[in-house]
């Protein structure tokens, strides 16, 4: 069985598999006839309007034959519309999807239909994701009914075979998904996306459903199956704690966007991009002598409708950068910060200016130019004008940010190990060894693999 | 020692279904001192939810709590006394039905539940759901009952709490649903809030913000909170004492840093072993072998056995009932002597350690002389996992 | 998005359902055999005379050219002229169509003032007598035909009992010389209720009985949210979850099934006002489709549909009016 | 009373908790031989069945009776004035009556109508009328509905949109209104009463095969389908369809109802089946002219409406029952 198994592609151990540069995927919020169409008050009473969420922008990144490439970020970050985008399950809006060197956004529908033998997805909830109405034998078929692997007979014997693979018992094979647990069906799962000897496997959250301790079953048996059949993963989860158990590489998405990506030691001990660290902050480790969080982020996720410009995760971050204009001392300027995001939330009452300065300032309101623009401010404030005041605080510090301005890009040094290390943050502007900001190539990093042309990722 | 605030004795608590009795909670004793944070914490099927809902008398049909004895500040909240029939009828302390209502739930008991989206109702204003329950639990007219809505919702830090008073649910995230279902809680200024797994539907940034809050809130009021949850890594976060529940019985009772330091059960061990963890890189993951039994029909003996790498031929048999095998600060064999200082640094000290397990000498049921036990958990990589709920069908 | 802007939103998605009604009653009108215009001259008519009529009615034209000049009449209000009658369309609608709606509304007000407490009660005792019971009448009202509730009932009550007439209805709002044994205004409205009962329980059983079931149902999945069970646990009583909290959310399916069962009620009251000869918009078409009016058999069904859509944005509004998701939801 | 036991729907999943919450309950019971099993235990479905099958098995037999046996049995049985005496005694030997000359074994039982012809016997011929057009109205909606819904939901967009508004169309005009209306542009006979009531009946089957097929699509097995590289024929044939089955097959037996429903007020009001062939509501409808004189003569057929479609409201909502996914023991 291994044999027949061993891999058929033309991808060398190490080589990139999947190349994905510069994807986007937007979603219309309003489709069909009269989808869009708003009534408004003048002439002539009907507008179009339609909005799209930008639910993955410009992302770049390669797997490598044989690796586990974890994907991190928190809910509606875009990492599963990423994941099925690179499936072309959904159609991608712009850029391109290499697979074995073949661009699966220019392939047609039939064409995209017979390349899915060699990619296959598991999904997050085993409970949904399998057809309650068939028994787990045909589910296990059913890929290799439709890429017209072997005949009736040699399709049940290795769906048995498949079966005992992922540590179901073959008898199995006449049973309804109901009479299995959550962690058997994910194995039910993993089977059916082995059935047709793919290369690359997407996991979608794969055992975010489960128990703990089932938890760790499925994933031990999934790190088996990539060893005996050379497959590559691309894995998505919330959980970090997951994440650093199971993959090779990983990549942080906030917003739509790639903003960290590195090897997995690299990542963990050498957070660079501060939602990274953030992220990283604030899983509570299972240990109760481990110190408290640092900082705890604040506020939400802005909508993905009309996300900041510039590095998109600027309106939480706690490390802003001070625009060249101003010159004030850092902490000052975090205290500005912090300030006009309270404005923003509107997360205090008082208009008291002497008492909004002691709580935000220490009670010395900082002087130059910044220290006019504050003062200004909280002459608004004392008059209830929020509007004013927060206009004027964003435009005057979040708005002239480098982090507003420009998108960041950067590659820097690699830690741990020679991998290489992409941190979306301009505090890296002056040490990174490379801009990614001109896309495409650059050969300045050093990398195992000497053919290693393409560039990670980068916008 | 001070009485416990709340006190839960061999609470037991079944659902009678067509297919038979469900024992999802079988007769568990833990207390709730003041201002403590208590964990109950389990895998699904537990019954930890079952317990919560006990406590505030809350189970619905088909489920019923037929025996234990709960107490909370002196009353009684569930007791059962022999009738003349000699059937247990309620006995004559327990609150009523009314009492319950009008002078338990609220006001001296608070509860958060799990899915801040289902929470709220979706038709009423987020502030006039917060408002109704305070006046309700708190001697206040409306008007002064609002402005308690709008303080408490800053204080949860909810932004701009005025306008925000008058939005409806479906316009507020995830996160903020669940800091208004705290300001709920903490506004009707009880002494006890049973937090049922608060933060599992949450992103981890979010959790974060909200423990933070939680732990913050909690040393300014002094509420005391049972914390359930499935997170071992949550409880070691918040809780002060834990209990672990395993198929609807809780089989270890330790104060925090014991029972991650100075862990007994098998079943505490091989949890805490099955899990990847996000400060360092494990390799190996330990997972438990099997499935969870059902609850319907438990194994017989300890109820672990049929998953436990250190069963023996005893385990069978014997049904162990918890019993303390530590006092808190007594440092054991096994136990590093790291834990024994952090424990001196607890404020209390006297708290007993109790495991339901027989392998330890408090048992005394021959554990050492017996067969070791050809279980799931001794067998091979795929072993067991065949041998689960499926079986209902045929 | 605004409550009134939901509205106007609502209003102009039906536009394209009112032209589409047109263009089917305008098909099938077309289709019906026969010719009009010997209906009105007899078998052997003068050629003259027919090619005046056909003038007249713009019969000589083709469909398509009859359709446009039809939808633009409709547009300006114009719904033609009853070939049978020879009155305009809208003089005969605007006669009848009050008479329906009094019967309408009124069916409508019973079914719903029955149907909330009985489908209420029925969720919160489910399982015990009361509920059985709720559930039967709803069983035998969904499967009963209307006519034959109008024909029993005139029988027990109007010719046994003799508590109620057994025809015809007389119009609140008219005038007291016109109605036969009534001189002032009070004695008018009676004799309107008097005249309305039975038809009204007639029509209204169906919706009475859908009604039912839908709130008992909604209701009961409304009992078990989640946010009950929060108000359980803050002490809330019963009553007042019953009332307030689980009674609200109830409420949206319950919305939809009563727009939805106006198409049924407006096919229901043809039925009625047969039975109990009332001269109301279901006799009008009746007797448009016997005659082979086919302008009126337009016109009337045609306000039937805009009856039926008026209706549903109506509901619609209310469903928007209670549910602040809705409105408020795409912003 | 029978209405009992039917409620099972909303026992909660109790003694649960955590992000696994009650593997193997919800979507458990699936397949034909469970159905059936379930029906079979609920009491109120069983009675639907029962009814529904007496009067399908008297449908049948009038049919019978009507095409091959020229009213022979029941004349037998039954004396009917206007029926000719030399095909009573034709086939009297065969049955061995008594009676020699039309008089048939039974008095009548529910009296006759206004020309002497014995009302059970109309009703029991009433059936053949009514099922008839239940179950090809039914089945015309269903073909309809079905089609137009799937094509609707998996398609989307614009031509969902088209066929959306088409069908929203057809339901504002009132079923009976519509049906009338067509009858009169192609004709009053049975044939064209029953394509009528099957296109009023195509909007409802349309919103439930949509709304079915647009949430199925959603569902992880369809994405797990595509993603396998499975065909969207396949994908319609093999997943959609069937996940779809139970709900349909509830409303159909619901529709049923109602579409003997719409034919009796069609025919009350003189545009279902024509005289001679007796209708239940063609009955009613002449029974108008005697309410003072003969009551009676207007319950009967009004009660077999009655007790047909209560049979398949039943039998639906047992279906519903027994098919609920949610049920949970």
Redesign the interface.
């Known amino acids: 069985m291994t044999d027949e198994l061993a891999s058929a592609g033309d991808v060398a151990e190490g080589e990139p598999l999947v190349e994905v540069r510069n994807l986007k995927k937007y979603f219309d919020?309003d489709?069909?006839?009269?989808g869009g169409?708003?009534?408004s008050?003048e002439f002539p009473?009907?507008e179009r309007s339609p909005t799209h969420v930008q639910a993955v922008e410009d992302v770049s990144f390669d797997i490598k034959k044989g690796e586990t490439l974890g994907l991190v970020g928190?809910?509606g970050c875009g990492k599963s519309t990423l994941a099925?985008t690179v499936?072309q399950?959904l159609e991608s809006t712009d850029g391109d999807i290499y697979f074995k060197g073949e661009d699966l956004t220019e392939l047609s529908g039939e064409e995209l239909?017979?390349?899915?033998?060699d990619m296959?997805?598991i999904?997050?909830?085993?409970?949904?994701?399998?057809?309650?109405?068939?028994k787990v034998g045909p589910i296990v078929e059913?890929?290799m009914?439709?890429?017209d692997m072997l005949d009736e007979e040699g399709r049940e014997e290795r769906a048995k075979e498949l079966l005992?693979k992922v540590?179901?018992?073959p008898?199995?094979y006449n049973?309804?998904p109901?009479?299995?647990?959550?962690?058997?069906?994910q194995?039910v799962?993993l089977a059916?996306?082995l059935s047709?000897n793919p290369d690359f496997i997407v996991c979608d959250e794969p055992v975010?459903?489960?128990?703990?301790?089932?938890?760790?079953?499925v994933?031990?048996t999934m790190r088996?199956l990539q060893e005996e059949f050379d497959l590559t993963y691309l894995f998505i989860a919330?959980?970090?704690?997951?994440i650093?158990?199971?993959s090779d590489r990983v990549a942080v998405m906030y917003l739509g966007q790639m903003v960290e990506l590195a090897d997995?030691?690299e990542l963990?001990e050498n957070p660079s991009h501060p939602y990274t660290q953030?992220?990283?902050?604030?899983?509570?480790?299972?240990?109760?002598?481990?110190g408290?969080?640092t900082a705890?982020?604040?506020g939400?996720v802005p909508s993905p409708v009309d996300p900041p410009s510039g590095c998109r995760f600027r309106t939480r971050c706690p490390s802003l950068i001070q625009p060249e204009e101003y010159d004030v001392d850092d902490a000052t300027w975090r205290d500005l910060v912090e300030f006009q995001r309270a404005v923003k939330?509107?997360?205090f009452?008082t208009t008291n200016r002497e008492e909004l300065r002691r709580r935000y300032f220490d009670g010395d309101e900082p002087g130059g130019e910044a220290g006019d623009v504050l003062s200004e401010a909280l002459g608004h404030i004392s008059q209830e004008e929020w509007d004013e005041a927060e206009t004027l605080l964003t435009e005057s510090f979040a708005e002239q940010s480098v982090c507003a301005t420009e998108e960041p890009a950067y590659e820097i040094d690699s830690q741990y190990g020679d991998g290489r290390h992409y941190a979306a943050c301009h505090l890296h502007q002056g040490i990174a060894t490379a801009s990614g900001s001109d896309a495409g190539v650059n050969e300045g990093v050093t990398s195992d693999t000497v053919a290693d042309e393409t560039a990670e990722p980068a916008d | 020692m001070t009485e416990p605030l709340l006190s839960v004795e061999n609470l037991k608590t079944q659902f009678f279904t067509e297919d038979g009795t469900v024992r999802a909670v079988d007769g568990i004793s833990f207390d709730v001192h003041e201002g403590e944070i208590v964990g109950l914490v389990g895998?699904?099927g537990a019954g930890k939810s079952v317990a919560t809902s006990s406590i505030l008398r809350l189970v619905e049909s088909p489920g019923e709590v037929v025996d234990g004895e709960i107490t909370f500040k002196g009353e009684t909240l569930f007791g059962l006394e022999e009738g003349p029939d000699g059937e247990p009828q309620p006995s004559e302390e327990m609150l009523s039905e009314e009492e319950m209502r009008d002078d338990i739930r609220g006001n001296e008991i608070a509860i958060i539940f799990q899915d801040p989206m289902e929470s709220l109702n979706p038709v009423f204003t987020v502030g006039g759901q917060l408002r109704e329950f305070i006046e309700l639990n708190r001697d206040l007219s409306t008007k002064e009952a609002e402005q308690e809505a709008i303080d408490m919702l800053?204080e949860v830090?909810i932004?701009?709490p005025?306008?925000r008073y008058d939005e409806y649910p479906h316009q507020f995230?995830g996160?903020?649903r669940q800091r208004v279902l705290i300001a709920m809680a903490l506004a009707c200024q009880p002494d006890l809030i049973i937090a049922d797994e608060p933060t599992t539907a949450l992103?981890?940034?979010?959790?974060?913000?909200i423990?933070?809050l939680v732990e913050e809130l909690q040393e300014k009021y002094g509420t005391a909170f049972i914390w359930v949850t499935?997170?071992?890594?949550?409880?070691?976060?918040i809780c002060d004492r834990v209990n672990v529940m395993y198929l609807g019985e809780i089989i270890e009772q330790a104060d925090?840093?014991d029972?991650?330091?100075d862990t007994k059960h098998p079943y505490t061990q091989?949890?805490?072993d099955?899990?990847?963890?996000?400060?360092e890189?494990?390799e190996?993951?330990?997972?438990?072998?099997g499935?969870?039994p059902e609850a319907i029909n438990p194994p017989s003996g300890c109820r672990f056995h049929s998953r436990c790498p250190e069963a023996r031929e005893v385990c069978t048999r014997v049904h162990p009932e918890p019993r303390t095998v530590a006092e808190g600060a007594v440092a054991d064999a096994d136990a590093p002597t790291e834990a024994a200082v952090?424990d001196a640094a607890t404020d209390d000290g006297e708290r007993p350690h109790t495991v339901a397990c027989v392998k330890y000498d408090a048992f005394d049921v021959g554990y050492d002389s017996s067969e070791p036990l050809e279980t799931e958990a001794t067998g091979g990589?795929?072993a067991g996992?065949?041998d689960?709920?499926?079986?209902?069908?045929d | 998005?605004s409550l009134l802007?939901y509205s106007?939103?609502r209003v102009?998605?039906a536009l394209p359902v009112l032209v589409g009604i047109i263009a089917i009653t305008f098909f099938l009108a077309n289709q019906i055999p026969g010719d009009p215009v010997e209906i009105m001259l007899g078998p052997t008519p003068a050629q003259e005379q027919v090619e005046a009529i056909q003038a007249k009615y713009g019969l000589d034209r083709p469909a398509h050219e009859r359709f446009i000049t039809y939808l633009t009449g409709v547009a300006t209000g114009d719904l033609g002229t009853s070939i049978y009658y020879d009155r305009p369309v809208l003089e005969m609608i605007i006669l009848r169509l009050p008479v329906t709606l009094v019967l309408m509304l009124s069916a409508f007000a019973f079914a719903i003032i029955t149907a909330i407490p009985l489908g209420v009660i029925s969720a919160k005792r489910r399982n015990e007598p009361a509920d059985h019971v709720s559930r039967i009448v709803s069983l035998i009202g969904v499967s009963t035909p209307s006519f034959w509730i109008g024909l029993v009932l005139i029988i027990v009550f109007a010719f046994h009992l003799g508590w109620f007439p057994a025809r015809g209805l007389v119009l609140p709002w008219a005038d007291p010389a016109d109605v036969r044994g009534a001189a002032t205004r009070f004695e008018v409205l009676r004799q309107a209720a008097h005249h309305l009962f039975l038809p009204m329980i007639a029509l209204g059983t169906l919706q009475m009985a859908q009604i039912t079931r839908i709130e008992r149902s909604s209701m009961v999945d409304s009992l078990q949210g989640e946010y009950v069970k929060l108000a359980r646990a803050y002490g809330v009583p019963e009553s007042t979850i019953v009332r307030k909290h689980a009674f609200q959310v109830a409420q949206l399916p319950v919305i939809t099934i009563v727009g939805l069962g106006l198409s049924t009620a407006l096919g229901g009251a043809v039925l009625t006002e047969t039975v109990f000869e009332i001269q109301g918009m279901g006799r009008l078409i009746i007797t448009a489709i016997n005659n082979q009016d086919y302008e009126l058999i337009m016109g009337t069904t045609f306000m039937f549909g805009v009856a039926y859509v008026v209706g549903v944005i109506i509901t619609d509004i209310a469903y928007a009016y209670l549910d602040p998701r809705v409105t408020y939801g795409?912003e | 009373m029978a209405l009992g036991n039917t409620d099972t729907d909303d026992v909660p999943a109790e003694g649960a908790d955590?992000?696994?919450e009650g593997?193997?309950?919800?979507?458990?019971?699936?397949?034909m031989r469970y159905t059936l099993a379930q029906v079979k235990r609920d009491t109120t479905a069983r009675i639907g069945i029962y009814i529904v099958g007496f009067i399908t098995a008297v449908a049948l037999f009038a049919s019978i009776d009507y095409y091959i046996l020229d009213y022979a049995i029941a004349e037998a049985i039954l004396y009917d004035p206007e029926s000719d005496p030399d095909t009573v005694r034709r086939l009297l030997p065969p049955f061995g009556m008594e009676n020699q000359f039309g008089q048939g074994v039974l008095e009548h039982p529910l009296g006759t109508d206004h020309r002497g012809r014995d009302i059970f016997t109309r009703l029991l011929y009433g059936t053949r009328v009514a099922m008839t057009v239940g179950f090809m109205a039914t089945t015309i909606g269903l073909v309809g509905g079905t089609l137009i819904g799937a094509v609707s939901g998996y398609y989307?967009?614009?031509i969902?949109?088209?066929l959306q508004r088409a069908t929203e169309t057809v339901y504002a005009i009132p079923f009976l209104v519509l049906v009338i209306a067509f009858m009169t542009a192609f004709g009053r006979d049975l044939r064209f009463a029953m394509i009528g009531v099957g296109i009023t009946a195509i909007p409802v089957f349309n919103r439930l095969i949509r709304s079915r097929v647009v949430s199925i699509r959603e569902?992880?097995?369809i994405?797990?389908?595509?993603?396998?590289?499975?065909?969207d024929r396949?994908i319609i044939l093999?997943?959609i369809i069937?996940?779809s089955f139970a709900p349909v097959l509830v409303q159909a037996t619901l529709q049923v109802g109602v579409s003997i429903l719409i034919v009796a007020g069609l025919s009350f009001l003189g545009f279902g089946a024509q005289p001679p062939t007796p209708s239940w509501g063609q009955m009613l409808s002449v029974s108008r002219g005697y309410m003072l004189p003969a009551p009676t003569f207007s319950v009967w057929p009004g009660l077999a409406i009655l007790i047909t479609v209560v049979g398949f409201n039943i039998l639906g909502d047992g279906l519903q029952d027994a098919l609920d996914?949610r049920i949970n023991n």
């Open positions: 919020n489709s069909g006839l009269l169409v708003d009534v008050t009473f009907v928190e809910s099925r499936l399950l239909r017979t390349k899915r033998k296959q997805m999904f997050q909830d085993p409970q949904s994701s399998l057809d309650p109405r068939m059913e890929p009914k439709a890429h005992e540590g179901l018992d008898q199995h049973r309804y109901h009479a299995f647990s959550g962690g058997q069906r194995r799962n059916r996306a047709v975010s459903a489960l128990d703990v301790s089932i938890q760790a079953q994933l031990n088996d919330h959980d970090l704690s997951v650093r158990h199971i997995k030691e963990f953030a992220l990283l902050d604030a899983i509570p480790a299972p240990d109760p002598r481990a408290g969080r705890v982020l604040k939400d939330r509107r997360a009452e | 895998e699904s800053r830090g932004p701009d005025e306008n995230s996160g903020m992103d981890v940034t979010v959790e974060g913000q423990l933070e499935h997170d071992m890594s949550v409880v070691a976060e925090v840093d029972l991650f330091y091989a949890l805490l099955s899990m990847p963890r996000p400060d890189t494990v190996e993951l330990n997972p438990i072998k499935v969870m952090a990589f795929s996992l065949t689960t709920g499926g079986e209902a069908d | 998005m802007r106007a939103w102009t998605q795409d | 955590g992000p696994d593997a193997g309950e919800v979507e458990a019971r699936v397949g989307g967009g614009w969902d949109d088209v569902e992880d097995y994405e797990a389908a595509r993603a396998a590289g499975v065909k396949n093999r997943h069937p996940n996914p």
